[in-house]
């Protein structure tokens, strides 16, 4: 079991830059892929990014590519978000998951979530 811990959100400007961060607990942590999403009331949650178990290959929502970059420490077993060229439809409480050996994107796929942490970036 691994429990999630999201930190970084806050308030931004259009065009600027946060770093979104998921602590991680547990001694397994390569054997996790570890997804971010967001949600905006009224809506699905979105997939964002994630970083696949054992390959650490990354992959983006068509949303965010070219702006947002996943990163992870296994030392330090955290996940980062680097948020670049935020829009104000980034607006959205963030979430990371996490999916024990397999590499999902629907977010009904993934078993842990943390509790979120909200980004505004207005315009």
């Known amino acids: 079991q691994v429990q999630l811990a999201e930190s970084g959100g806050g308030l931004v400007q259009a065009g600027g830059s946060l770093r979104l961060s998921c602590l991680a607990s547990?001694?397994?942590?390569?054997?996790?892929?570890v997804g971010w999403f967001r949600q905006t009331p009224g809506k699905e949650r979105e997939f964002v990014a994630k970083?696949?178990?054992?390959?650490?290959?990354?992959s983006y929502g068509d949303s965010v590519k070219g702006r947002f970059a996943i990163s992870r420490d296994n030392v330090k077993n955290t996940v980062y978000l680097q948020m670049n060229s935020l829009k104000p439809e980034d607006t959205a409480v963030y979430y990371c998951?996490?999916?024990?050996?397999?590499?999902?994107?629907?977010?009904?796929?993934?078993?842990?979530w943390g509790q979120g942490t909200p980004v505004t970036v207005s315009s």
């Open positions: 970083t696949a178990w054992w390959t650490f290959t990354t």
């Open positions: 998951a996490a999916k024990q050996y397999s590499s999902p994107t629907r977010p009904g796929d993934y078993d842990y």
């Open positions: 547990g001694r397994t942590f390569n054997s996790y892929t």
